[in-house]
Nanobody
Framework: QVHLVESGGGLVQAGGSLRLSCAAS????????MGWYRQAPGKRRELVAAIRSGCSTNYADSAKGRFAISRDNAKNAVNLQMNSLKPEDTAVYYC??????????????WGQGTQVTVSS
């Protein structure tokens, strides 16, 4: 069994910062892409940022210049540093990863989500 566990959400004022962390646990042979998605009430889930095993990254336009994604391959972890937060960043943030749990194919996993609320 593979699990993704997120932490670091919370309530912050506009202009503030939060750091989200996600750690993968279980039987893991390798991890390819790790990323963060978010879903605001009434909206579709959207990609915020992703990072590949070689550490190349991509960001949503809304996150560029404000958010930074990083990963610790030794800990099977991915982090999202969010700065200059805006009320429109309010959403449930989900960790996502493509993980090879053993010999064979990659599977896509989701964390349980962590709430980020930015007050104006």
């Amino acid at each position: 069994q593979v699990h993704l566990v997120e932490s670091g959400g919370g309530l912050v004022q506009a202009g503030g910062s939060l750091r989200l962390s996600c750690a993968a646990s279980g039987s893991i042979a390798s991890i390819n892409v790790m990323g963060w998605y978010r879903q605001a009430p009434g909206k579709r889930r959207e990609l915020v940022a992703a990072i590949r095993s070689g550490c190349s990254t991509n960001y949503a336009d809304s996150a560029k210049g404000r958010f930074a994604i990083s990963r610790d391959n030794a800990k099977n972890a991915v982090n999202l540093q969010m700065n200059s937060l805006k009320p429109e960043d309010t959403a449930v943030y989900y960790c996502n990863a493509d993980i090879q749990p053993g010999a064979g194919r990659l599977y896509n996993y989701w964390g349980q989500g962590t709430q980020v609320t930015v007050s104006s």
